[in-house]
C-alpha cells in the first residue's frame, strides 16, 4: 500500500493548519537502515509512542510505561494510525483541541535491524512479521540497545489490537524500566517537557 493511502488516517484527523506536525509526503525514503523513534508525548494521558520505519511510513504504538531495559517488564503497547517519516524529527505542541493535544519530546532515535524468522530459522519480511503479530528487532538508538520483540496478544473482532513490547536476551546493567518522563530529555535538543511547553508559549 502507497504512503499516501497508509497516511489517511493520519491526515484525516489532523488540521495542518492548526498544528505543526508534518502533513507526510508520497516519496519513498532514500534508503539506508530502517529507523526508530520514541517520543514522550504529554497528551491527555502521558505516554510514550514507540514508532518502527516500515516501508515509507512509520508503524506505531501508544506504549504507557516506555519501552523497558528489563526483560521482566512486559510493556503495554496499543497500535495507533501510521505516522510519516518526517514525524522522527517531530518536537513541539501540538495546539489544545487538536487530536493529540500535548507536548511531545524526542527521548531517542536511531536505526533497528529487523531479526524475524520463520520456524526454520529462515529470515521473514519485517512487514509480515507484522502483520502475523511477532516481530523482533535489535535497537541502535542514543539509549536504547539490543533486542526487542512486538507480540501481538489480542484481536478484537472491532479491530482493536494490544501488543506486548518486550526486551529480549540480558537486562542492561545501566538502568532498569522506563525514565521519568518529566524528568526526560530529548535526544534532539536536550529540553524536557516542560521547556518545550515554555519555549512555545514564548513564541
Known amino acids: ?16 493548519e492548526r498544528t505543526r506536525e508534518p502533513s507526510g509526503r508520497a516519496a519513498r525514503d532514500g534508503g539506508g537502515a530502517p529507523r526508530f523513534v520514541v517520543q514522550i508525548h504529554d497528551a491527555r494521558r502521558m505516554h510514550f509512542d514507540f514508532r518502527l520505519q516500515v516501508d515509507d511510513v512509520l508503524n506505531s504504538w501508544s ?13 503495554l503497547a496499543v497500535p495507533t494510525e501510521d505516522h510519516p517519516l518526517e514525524y522522527e524529527d517531530f518536537e513541539g505542541v501540538i495546539p489544545k483541541g487538536e487530536y493529540g493535544g500535548g507536548t511531545v519530546i524526542v527521548w531517542d532515535r536511531g536505526t533497528y535491524e529487523p531479526l524475524s524468522h520463520d520456524r526454520r530459522g529462515r529470515p521473514v519480511d519485517f512487514a509480515e512479521s507484522l502483520e502475523r503479530g511477532h516481530a523482533t528487532f535489535r535497537l541502535h538508538g542514543s539509549k536504547l540497545h539490543g533486542e526487542y520483540a512486538l507480540t501481538r ?33 530529548s535526544v534532539r535538543t536536550g529540553r524536557t517537557l516542560a521547556q518545550v511547553a515554555s519555549d512555545a508559549g514564548r513564541q
Do not use: C, I, N, Q
Not at 63 to 75: N, W
Not at 170 to 179: L, V
Open 1 to 16: 500500500m502507497a504512503a499516501e493511502d497508509r497516511l489517511r488516517t493520519y491526515r484525516g484527523k489532523r488540521d495542518f
Open 63 to 75: 506504549v504507557p510505561k516506555g519501552p523497558s531495559g528489563d526483560p521482566g517488564d512486559k510493556r
Open 153 to 185: 496478544f489480542r484481536s478484537g473482532a472491532d479491530g482493536e489490537e494490544a501488543w506486548l513490547l518486550v526486551r529480549k536476551g540480558p537486562a542492561r546493567a545501566e538502568g532498569h524500566g522506563s525514565p521519568d518522563p518529566r524528568r526526560a530529555r
